[in-house]
T-cell receptor, first 108, second 114 residues
Framework: AQRVTQPEKLLSVFKGAPVELKCNYS??????LFWYVQYSRQRLQLLLR??SRESIKGFTADLNKGETSFHLKKPFAQEEDSAMYYC??????????FGQGTRLTINP | DAGVIQSPRHEVTEMGQEVTLRCKPI?????LFWYRQTMMRGLELLIY????????DSGMPEDRFSAKMPNASFSTLKIQPSEPRDSAVYFC????????????FGEGSWLTVV
């Protein structure tokens, strides 16, 4: 069965510290993977996708097929990064299944 | 485009009452999704439509929930009768079929059942 796990519901780090939000997936085949973010009082929106290999707002995410992980990282956290983050694999089906989400809080 | 439009934004209702949530997808999008967000369970996919046809409703929690998409520009999610455990934020999202990784969300409907 398709499954995505974000082990941390809450994550709190200090401004300037590195951030890593964990995501592990269990999918058949080769899924596409995405990170979505929901800032306070804003819509859920796409942050980045693994196929584009880009850095958005300083965040990167590397797909590790061996570990079936897609962790989101940023070397230096900023206060505006405080938000809810969702990992979302798409396993070829025409739907997106989200993890439980991680609420990231950046302390000043 | 104004994006995905949901109504109502907030609703408080009494247990047992019928609740209808509405969604207008982005014009031209042919896939529509209903999600439910709670602290305990995160963001759950309830149902999705392609070209107005329900494709997968396995996430609908029980028979009290129903969803329709009578045309390409409108969908409803109905709960009858409502229960306190239905309290959540309900999101509608849309995309072009095949571009499921870049779906666009509405602002959500905050439902409280007392």
């Amino acid at each position: 069965a398709q499954r995505v796990t974000q082990p941390e519901k809450l994550l709190s780090v200090f401004k300037g510290a590195p951030v890593e939000l964990k995501c592990n997936y269990s999918y058949s085949g080769s899924p596409e993977l995405f990170w979505y973010v929901q800032y306070s009082r804003q819509r859920l929106q796409l942050l980045l996708r693994h196929i584009s290999r880009e850095s958005i707002k300083g965040f990167t995410a590397d797909l590790n097929k061996g570990e079936t992980s897609f962790h989101l990282k940023k070397p230096f956290a900023q206060e505006e990064d405080s938000a809810m983050y969702y990992c979302a694999p798409s396993g070829g089906a025409q739907k997106l299944v989200f993890g439980q989400g991680t609420r990231l809080t950046i302390n000043p | 485009d104004a994006g995905v439009i949901q109504s109502p934004r907030h609703e408080v209702t009494e247990m047992g009452q019928e609740v209808t949530l509405r969604c207008k997808p982005i014009s031209g999008h042919n896939s529509l999704f209903w999600y439910r967000q709670t602290m305990m369970r995160g963001l759950e996919l309830l149902i999705y439509f392609n070209n107005n046809v329900p494709i997968d409703d396995s996430g609908m929690p029980e028979d009290r929930f129903s969803a329709k998409m009578p045309n390409a520009s409108f969908s409803t999610l109905k709960i009858q009768p409502s229960e306190p455990r239905d309290s959540a934020v309900y999101f509608c999202a849309s995309t072009l079929r095949g571009l499921v990784g870049t779906i666009y969300f509405g602002e959500g409907s905050w439902l409280t059942v007392v």
